[in-house]
């Protein structure tokens, strides 16, 4: 079916949000336990990912058609354009893709397409290879370099060595090599120890194609107990159709006497891949990743072309947690907080196209890199009480490699000419060179003087990131 550009709205809505978040705050039981946890108990995996074709409405004003003066329609004749010979109606014409068809029908449909083709300024008689015939617009002031808050870039060499897996043995270790460490005369002792390090980037036109990662990373220590804090998470907008791509996040804690847990949680596309909460002393790993595949339809006219494009956006999400924990006695000495959190997330956008024309064949070149991120936050706090001068002993390090929005995609509608070249006509959806960047978000080896304090420790904070809702 033909149908004119000029008569056809398109706005390509394409969201992208992603989210990262770093480390911190605290998951309090209701009363302490004292037991050693055993293994991982089995855990749901929930609803399968979501396959299914979204219908999808695309609307213009974004849209630039790269019209040209209209041409006066001139029937193309039924002849070969190579030798000048006459074509009967009722030979048989062998296209490129193998379709066979009369030459009477080949040329009428082909006439359709030309007189289309006139009306915007444009000839399959003298068209290049490729013809670019519109375009969607898009402002550089918001894909310029993604707006950052708070992300702190703390150069120098991670104090945690990348690929290193702390433990609390380790963090223990780390504490009696402080242990002789003279009280600073000049630094004031402090009640608590709290350490904050939210950061957002933003970048893209939510009514084309955006995409944005905020997070987190929180540490509290107290005189009687330490706590840990991770979340990261991810999703997008295709069209007005959000979904959840992941959320993942890890509380750990523990106090004096005995008080001592974790909770970490996982959904991919909406779906439980793990919900574990623990009392006690610990030491696991949770590695979980599942696949991306979406897919939402919608009518993308390219030039007289109407085609059926299906875009998908397609990639993996998984993280990787390990932790432990150990409880301490009554004084909170030894109390003790190890993570290794490191979530991923790899999202691209591609597509394939449909066109019920005899002639011609429809597709999309290309894809979007909608967003890659590589986040790697592992450490810990541990807690040191002997003669009642608590100190926190503090050994972080979160970074983030993130990359948004690179790459082009371009469905196309190719006219198969049996007589010599094929013509392609093009409409570029997005085309644009993304970013790349490396964040820095802390990077801590000191030791924190307390002040002796009957304040009990709890949460670190309210929850900043959440499994957002998908919007219908």
């Known amino acids: 079916m033909l149908c004119p550009l000029t008569h056809s709205r398109i706005r390509l809505m394409l969201g992208f949000s992603l989210v990262f978040a770093g480390l911190a705050s ?35 004003s974004d849209l630039q058609v790269f019209r040209r003066t209209p041409i006066a329609f001139s029937p193309i004749e039924m002849v070969d354009p190579r030798t000048g010979r006459r074509i009967p109606p009722d030979e048989i014409l062998t296209l490129g893709n ?51 808050t708070r992300a702190i870039r703390s150069g120098g060499r991670p104090v945690v060595a990348p690929g290193t897996r702390v433990t609390v043995e380790k963090l223990e270790q780390l504490a009696q090599s402080q242990e002789n460490r003279p009280r600073a005369e000049n630094r004031v002792a402090k009640s608590e120890h709290i350490v904050r390090k939210p950061f957002s980037y933003t970048l893209g036109d939510p009514d084309i194609l955006a995409a944005y990662a905020r997070g987190s990373l929180e540490l509290t220590g107290k005189p009687d107990g330490v706590a840990t804090r991770a979340e990261a998470a991810g999703g997008g907008t295709v069209f007005g159709r959000s979904f959840d791509a992941m959320y993942v996040s890890f509380d750990g804690h523990s ?17 439980t891949v793990f919900n574990v909460n623990r009392q006690g002393t610990l030491d696991e790993t949770l590695q979980r990743s599942r696949p991306l595949n979406l897919n939402y339809g919608a009518d993308v006219p390219v030039g007289p072309f109407a085609l059926a494009v299906q875009l998908r956006v397609q990639g993996s999400v998984g993280a990787t947690v390990h932790v432990s924990t150990s409880q301490a006695p009554s004084s909170g000495d030894g109390a003790s907080v190890a993570m290794n959190f490191t979530p991923h997330i790899d999202s691209k956008l591609t597509g394939t196209a449909a066109i019920d024309l005899k002639i011609v064949s429809a597709g999309v070149e290309g894809r979007v890199d909608l967003i890659s991120l590589d986040a790697d936050a592992r450490g810990g706090l541990t807690l040191r009480n002997s003669n009642g001068s608590p100190r926190v002993v503090e050994f972080v390090t979160a970074s983030a490699d993130v990359g948004m929005l690179s790459g082009k995609i371009v469905p196309y509608a190719k006219v198969w000419n049996p007589f010599g070249s094929d013509k392609r006509w093009s409409f570029v959806l997005f085309d644009w060179d993304g970013i790349e960047q490396h964040i820095d978000l802390y990077n801590s080896l000191q030791v924190v003087e307390l002040t002796p304090s009957r304040s009990p420790l709890h949460p670190v904070g309210v929850q900043i990131l959440s499994s957002p809702r998908t919007r219908k």
Do not use: H
């Open 98 to 148: 193998g379709t066979r068809i009369t030459a009477g029908e080949y040329f009428a449909e082909l006439n359709r397409i030309e007189k289309d083709l006139n009306a915007l300024g444009y000839s399959f008689r003298n068209a290049p290879t490729d013809t670019v015939i519109a375009k969607v617009r898009l402002d550089p002031r918001k894909y310029s370099a993604p707006l950052a």
């Open 26 to 60: 605290i998951l309090l039981a209701d009363s302490p336990q004292d037991r050693r946890l055993g293994p991982a108990r089995s855990i749901p995996l929930g609803r399968p990912p979501q396959t299914t074709v979204q219908p999808v409405r695309i609307q213009t």
């Open 255 to 271: 106090r004096a006497g005995g008080d001592a847990g974790v909770r970490m949680q996982m959904t991919a596309l909406g779906s």
